[in-house]
C-alpha cells in the first residue's frame, strides 16, 4: 500500500522569506512524486514531480522540492514567498510498479504567506 | 475553455435525491477519474475509467455509480443522496501508456450539498 502524510494543517510565512511544507511518503518499490496546488474556487493544478535523477526537482511559479530516500520525504521550498502563493498544497505519491497508475494523495497544508 | 469542464460547478439537494455530475474533456486523454475532496483527508479516488469499457471502482466507491458515455465524457451519479456526501468533487485526466508518470490534469470541481 501506498500513503502520504502532511504533518501541518498549514504553515505561516511572511512574504519574502523562505518556505517549507513538508511531504513524507510510503511505498513498497519506487515512488513517483507530486505537488499539487489549489487556488480558491479552483480544480488542483500539477506543479512539480520527481520521476528519476536530479533529486532537486525545479516547477512552476519559482517552487522546487527535494527528494530524500533516506528521509523517505518530498518537501516543496521556495526561497522567498509570495502573497499570490497563498493557497492548499497536496502531495501525492505512486509507485512506479503500481500499472494502475492511481495517485494517493496527502491531506493538503494550507500555505498562508502576510505581506 | 477548460479542457476538463465539471457541471454543475454547484448543486444543493435533499436527502434521497439522485444527482448526476458530468464532466467532459478535450485533452484527448483515455484515463478518467473522480475524485472527492474532504478538509482534511485529501483526494479520495471513487471510480476511474483507462477507456469506454473499462470502469473501475476506488477506494470510496460506496455509493456512487459511473458512466463512460464517450471518451471525452464520464459521468459520476449519486443513485439516492445522503448528507455525509456532502463534499468537493473533481474530474481529472490522465495520458495512457509508458509516457504517463501519473500526472493529472482537474477540471474546476463540483461543490454538492447534500441536506
Not at chain 1, 499539487?36 to 479552483?42: A, E, G, L
Amino acid at each position: 500500500a501506498q500513503s502520504v502524510a502532511q504533518p501541518e494543517d498549514q504553515v505561516n510565512v511572511a512574504e519574502g522569506n523562505p518556505l517549507t511544507v513538508k511531504c513524507t511518503y510510503s511505498v513498497s518499490g519506487n515512488p513517483y512524486l507530486f505537488w499539487y496546488v489549489q487556488y480558491p474556487n479552483r480544480g488542483l493544478q500539477f506543479l512539480l514531480k520527481y520521476i528519476t535523477g536530479d533529486n532537486l526537482v525545479k516547477g512552476s511559479y519559482g517552487f522546487e522540492a527535494e527528494f530524500n530516500k533516506s528521509q523517505t520525504s518530498f518537501h516543496l521550498k521556495k526561497p522567498s514567498a509570495l502573497v499570490s502563493d497563498s493557497a492548499l498544497y497536496f502531495c501525492a505519491v505512486r509507485d512506479m510498479r503500481n500499472a494502475g497508475n492511481m495517485l494517493t494523495f496527502g491531506g493538503g497544508t494550507r500555505l498562508m504567506v502576510k505581506p | 475553455d477548460a479542457d476538463v469542464t465539471q457541471t454543475p460547478r454547484n448543486r444543493i439537494t435533499k436527502t434521497g435525491k439522485r444527482i448526476m455530475l458530468e464532466c467532459s474533456q478535450t485533452k484527448g486523454h483515455d484515463r478518467m477519474y473522480w475524485y472527492r475532496q474532504d478538509p482534511g483527508l485529501g483526494l479520495r479516488l471513487i471510480y476511474y475509467s483507462f477507456d469506454v469499457k473499462d470502469i473501475n471502482k476506488g477506494e470510496i466507491s460506496d455509493g456512487y455509480s459511473v458512466s463512460r458515455q464517450a471518451q471525452a465524457k464520464f459521468s459520476l451519479s449519486l443513485e439516492s443522496a445522503i448528507p455525509n456526501q456532502t463534499a468537493l468533487y473533481f474530474c481529472a485526466t490522465s495520458e495512457a501508456g509508458t509516457v504517463n508518470t501519473g500526472e493529472l490534469f482537474f477540471g474546476e470541481g463540483s461543490r454538492l450539498t447534500v441536506l
